[in-house]
């Protein structure tokens, strides 16, 4: 595996393909306060791209190009959270997507399991560490650890696209899912709007 790592934006002219997976790392869970520190992106080939998202840094115009490009398809494990945090820091509403969890949960209905760790040890038969999770990641220069812990974020979520999709298939809820995924950009900007903690479809 390598890491490469890159400062407010990816490089040009680089090609990740036509599904990248993606996550990111946020000073902490309150989207209004904690901001967006590093996208982590790969393009499935064992390596992991981060970018660091430095406060006054360059305009990130290759990674926003990327994240709206309707050619790529972007995997997320719990998409809402970091779709939700690229509109709120970087501008752009991410499309299309694939959440690993919403599939998860959609054909995986035995277990209540869906956590990343949780996936990676049932259907790849890899151990993760989540030991860097509450790290500083808004710190200037990020060590070993948490570049290594940042990359394990994105380089296995090709592989349980792939594991999944069968099993959603199976249960027959290919187009639910498919529902689910367009309506993520959606359920984001409404976490931003302050209905994060409201189900609107509620009576």
Same mark, same amino acid.
């Given at each position: 595996?390598?890491?490469?790592?890159?400062?407010?934006?990816?490089?040009?002219?680089?090609?990740?393909?036509?599904?990248?997976?993606?996550?990111?790392?946020?000073?902490?869970?309150?989207?209004?306060?904690?901001?967006?520190?590093?996208?982590?992106?790969?393009?499935?080939?064992?390596?992991?791209?981060?970018?660091?998202?430095?406060?006054?840094?360059?305009?990130?115009?290759?990674?926003?190009?990327?994240?709206?490009?309707?050619?790529?398809?972007?995997?997320?494990?719990?998409?809402?959270?970091?779709?939700?945090?690229?509109?709120?820091?970087?501008?752009?509403?991410?499309?299309?997507?694939?959440? $690993?969890? /919403? @599939?998860?949960?959609?054909?995986?209905?035995?277990?209540? *399991?869906?956590? +990343?760790?949780? &996936?990676?040890? %049932?259907?790849?038969?890899?151990?993760?560490?989540?030991?860097?999770?509450?790290?500083?990641?808004?710190?200037?220069?990020?060590?070993?650890?948490?570049?290594?812990?940042?990359?394990?974020?994105?380089?296995?979520?090709?592989?349980?696209?792939?594991?999944?999709?069968?099993?959603?298939?199976?249960?027959?809820? $290919?187009? /639910? @899912?498919?529902?689910?995924?367009?309506?993520?950009?959606? *359920?984001?900007? +409404?976490?931003? &709007?302050?209905? %994060?903690?409201?189900?609107?479809?509620?009576?």
């Amino acid at each position: 595996m390598a890491i490469y790592f890159h400062h407010d934006d990816l490089p040009d002219g680089i090609d990740l393909g036509k599904e990248v997976a993606v996550d990111t790392e946020t000073m902490g869970l309150n989207l209004h306060r904690d901001r967006l520190c590093l996208v982590q992106l790969s393009a499935g080939d064992g390596n992991a791209h981060l970018v660091q998202i430095r406060p006054g840094g360059a305009e990130a115009k290759n990674l926003k190009a990327l994240m709206t490009d309707p050619g790529v398809l972007k995997v997320f494990h719990f998409g809402r959270f970091d779709i939700a945090a690229i509109y709120r820091y970087l501008g752009v509403e991410t499309a299309p997507v694939f959440c $690993t969890k /919403i @599939a998860s949960k959609l054909c995986r209905t035995s277990t209540d *399991r869906h956590g +990343l760790r949780d &996936l990676c040890r %049932e259907l790849l038969g890899i151990e993760i560490s989540k030991q860097q999770q509450t790290s500083d990641w808004g710190a200037e220069v990020l060590n070993d650890a948490q570049q290594q812990y940042a990359a394990s974020d994105v380089l296995y979520l090709h592989d349980l696209r792939q594991k999944l999709m069968p099993l959603v298939a199976r249960e027959d809820r $290919t187009e /639910i @899912a498919e529902r689910c995924f367009e309506y993520l950009p959606t *359920r984001a900007r +409404l976490d931003l &709007l302050g209905w %994060e903690d409201v189900e609107i479809f509620h009576h």
